[in-house]
């Protein structure tokens, strides 16, 4: 009898962790997602998942793209990400909107050898008709939140491969450098 309630007591234990580890890893307030083999350099990543940090680790203001107010977004990351493994990764998102909602957006993502990294060891991919969904604009220090998801391409190749890619985002709400 007492071996019994060691061994349940074990599985309680090692069931907890799996969980908070689940738990985790959906808590995670910058993610990305690819459906399919990714090269990179000598890398092959399959289906790769990424969390891309904190919040604060990216950044996104309001911009203009065809009109005299604010009417869009830009969000990327505010330094390099590092992915482990000598491996980094950037993007950036033009959001056609600058409200709560459903819209779409342009965005590309790169993943790359080393810094600085060579272009022949780049991995990279564009859309321009990416679904996001707006769940948040905050005021400037607060946080423009919201997930994504579509299929992007490799605008150099001929034959042109496709990735779902899909992910989610929090960053800090910054007045823009640039406009």
């Known amino acids: 009898m007492k071996k019994l309630l060691t061994l349940i007591a074990m599985f309680a234990l090692v069931g907890t962790t799996f969980v908070a580890c689940e738990k985790d890893d959906e808590s995670a307030s910058n993610t990305i997602t690819i459906t399919g083999t990714v090269n990179v350099g000598q890398k092959e990543l399959i289906d ?105 391409g490799v605008p150099t190749k001929t034959e042109i491969p496709t990735y779902q890619i899909k992910g989610k985002f929090k960053v800090k709400r910054i007045v823009p450098e640039r406009l």
Request: glycine share 8%.
């Open 48 to 152: 790769p998942s990424f969390n891309l940090g904190d919040p604060e680790n990216h950044v996104g203001f309001l911009t203009t793209f065809d009109k005299a107010e604010a009417n869009a977004m830009i969000i990327e990351p505010a330094d390099f990400i590092s992915l482990g493994d000598n491996l980094y990764l950037d993007y950036e998102m033009e959001i056609r909107s600058a409200e709560v909602g459903q819209t779409t957006m342009y965005c590309n993502v790169s993943i790359y050898e080393g810094i600085p990294y060579d272009k022949s060891y780049n991995f990279y991919v564009y859309s321009s008709e990416v679904a996001v969904n707006i769940t948040k604009v905050g005021d400037v220090g607060e946080y423009i939140e919201g997930t994504y998801e579509g299929e992007f």
